[in-house]
């Protein structure tokens, strides 16, 4: 019922930037939340950033924070990924996911019940 697609991934050098796109459809009940994961060889997922849709609040991981910025377009239904000052530490996939009927932001991959794709960022040193 409801579809996640991701864009924006791709390849950049070190302290450059990318923006990621995560563009929701399907009927989501209530107030609901997206994160953001990323997943690198060989490590577990983890949990990068959130949004909570209904008053925009967000949490970023210490490993992120001051350089991605979460953000949303309503009209679009549409969560966005504004990635500054990359790091080759931030080579990985990049997933989107919802938390439906409910408008906490969580950090634990199990708690989400809808995943984009993943779209791939690497960045060179």
Same mark, same amino acid.
């Given at each position: 019922q409801v579809q996640l697609v991701e864009s924006g991934g791709g390849l950049v050098q070190a302290g450059g930037s990318l923006r990621l796109s995560c563009a929701g459809s399907g009927r989501m009940f209530g107030n609901y939340a997206m994160g953001w994961f990323r997943q690198a060889p060989g490590k577990e997922r983890e949990f990068a950033a959130g949004i909570r849709w209904a008053g925009g609040s967000t949490y970023y991981a210490d490993s992120v924070k001051g350089r991605f910025t979460v953000s949303r377009d309503n009209a679009k239904n549409?969560?966005?990924l504004q990635m500054n000052s990359l790091k080759p #530490?931030?080579?990985?996939? =990049?997933?989107?996911?919802?938390? !439906?009927?409910? /408008? !906490?932001?969580?950090? +634990?991959? #199990?708690? =989400?019940?809808?995943? /984009?794709?993943? +779209?791939?960022?690497?960045?060179?040193?």
């Open positions: 549409t969560v966005y #530490e931030d080579t990985a996939v =990049y997933f989107c996911a919802a938390r !439906l009927n409910t /408008g !906490l932001i969580t950090t +634990t991959p #199990e708690s =989400y019940a809808y995943w /984009g794709q993943g +779209t791939q960022v690497t960045v060179s040193s």
